[in-house]
């Protein structure tokens, strides 16, 4: 049994080998440390912070005083006070300044004493806690399960989770067919709302959405909303990934986060999509952003794998005939693609080898700006 405890007690403090020196280590040092952050909000890794005690007992005063800082920043969060009062941040950055004074015997006190260079002191804190302040905003966003939980006050739900290698339809009441992805979660009312269709998800899924104007569907997923009378689209949103996407293929759909406000800050700020165009939100910067979807389909289905043939065409018919097909604004100059002639013939190729051959052909170049096409040329002789 002594063998057994040795072994157990030498694995525990191989598994909790200290990765770094924290002799030197000071407030600031611990409130930048995302590992520490995390045992502290969260617990994690606490048999090697337990470890780091025992092993830095210089530092155990110090550790307290950063853990007080980063739970006192979470409960203001819990608080949703996510703007700190200036002269409260300003006291705080004054106590942990007469705290260094008190817990190490500094070799420069006199320069210490000085005004600059406490206040540089003072800038450094204050940056660590705005840090912590976006840390714990960004931390806090708005979950599959949070938004689920909200839900159940007001409805009785089920949930659809495809745990299958391919997708699976769900029909929803209302005629609605989602189809879900692998690894994909949907949660909806058992009896939609008077007013409206509100749906979560977690993951990827296609919606089919039956139309009815007098209750708007919605599509919840993490910071995103997404909200249709009758069309079909794309949510991509996981929990663990950075971007998050809406992608139409028929219809109009608006799609906005709460959590992205416009100048006025009083109002979500959101774009809307046509077909072909998808909006990104990208959840470090909180910024949503409106592009083309990455494989843009012809309107009509199949009309893009029917073969036609130009034939001494005039550039700017074709670039017309390909607007209309894929329901995508492009945009050139008339007067200097007017001597532009070209024969060809498309057939399945994806739209931007259409352009592509196009802008060979003629010397130019295409990009897109704000979901949009853009042609630049300097004409042809």
Same mark, same amino acid.
Request: glycine letters at 6%; charged letters at 30%; one cysteine or more.
């Given at each position: 049994?002594?063998? +057994? ?11 909790? !080998?200290?990765r770094?020196? /924290? ?6 040092? +611990? ?9 502290v ?5 606490? $048999? /090697?912070?337990? =470890? ?5 007992p210089?530092? #155990? ?26 002269e ?8 942990? &300044? ?6 190490? %015997? ?23 806690i @705005? ?11 708005t979950? /599959? $399960?949070?938004? *689920? ?11 659809? *989770? ?18 879900? #992805?692998?690894?994909?979660r949907?949660?909806?009312p058992? =009896? ?6 509100? !749906? ?22 993490? %910071? ?7 069309t ?18 028929i ?18 700020? @959101? ?38 043939? +130009? ?6 018919q074709?670039?017309?005939?390909? %607007? ?6 492009? &945009? ?27 802008? #060979?052909?003629?010397?130019?170049? =295409? ?8 042609i630049?040329?300097? @004409?042809c002789?």
């Amino acid at each position: 049994m002594g063998d +057994f405890l040795k072994m157990h007690v030498s694995v525990w403090l191989w598994t909790c !080998t200290i990765r770094m020196d /924290y002799s030197n280590f000071d407030l600031q040092d +611990f409130l930048n440390d995302d590992s520490f952050v995390q045992w502290v909000l969260e617990g994690k890794e606490d $048999a /090697y912070w337990q =470890h780091v005690l025992l092993t830095f007992p210089s530092r #155990q005063i110090l550790i307290g005083k950063a853990r007080e800082t980063i739970c006192q920043l979470r409960d203001e969060e819990g608080k949703k006070s996510l703007e700190l009062n200036e002269e409260d941040v300003l006291r705080r950055i004054q106590r942990e &300044i007469e705290l260094q004074d008190a817990i190490f %015997e500094w070799p420069v006190k006199k320069r210490w004493n000085a005004g600059w260079l406490k206040w540089a002191a003072a800038a450094v804190i204050f940056v660590g806690i @705005g840090w912590l302040v976006w840390f714990s905003k960004f931390s806090r966003a708005t979950s /599959y $399960a949070d938004l *689920v939980a909200r839900a159940k006050d007001r409805y009785e739900m089920t949930e659809e *989770v495809n745990a299958s290698n391919g997708p699976v339809k769900v029909r929803l009441e209302d005629g609605t067919v989602v189809t879900l #992805q692998r690894n994909s979660r949907l949660s909806y009312p058992v =009896h939609f709302g008077k007013d409206n269709r509100e !749906t979560y998800l977690s993951g990827e899924a296609f919606f089919e959405v039956t139309k009815n104007p007098d209750k708007p569907f919605y599509v919840y997923s993490n %910071e995103l909303v997404t909200k249709v009378l009758g069309t079909s689209f794309v949510v991509k949103s996981f929990d663990s990934e950075r971007m998050a996407s809406v992608d139409v293929r028929i219809g109009q759909v608006s799609v906005f986060s709460p959590r992205y406000t416009g100048p006025g800050k009083d109002e979500p700020k @959101g774009v809307i999509l046509s077909p072909n165009q998808k909006a990104v939100f990208d959840r470090r910067k909180e910024l949503l952003s409106k592009h083309l979807s990455d494989q843009p389909l012809p309107l009509v289905r199949h009309a893009g794998e029917q073969r036609k043939r +130009f034939e001494d065409v005039a550039v700017a018919q074709v670039l017309d005939e390909l %607007e209309v097909l894929y329901g995508i604004k492009i &945009i050139y100059n008339k007067e200097i693609l007017a001597r532009c002639i070209i024969s060809t013939v498309f057939g399945s190729e994806s739209l931007n080898d259409k352009l592509d051959v196009i802008c #060979q052909t003629i010397g130019a170049t =295409h990009k897109e700006i704000d979901a949009q096409i853009i042609i630049e040329s300097t @004409g042809c002789l």
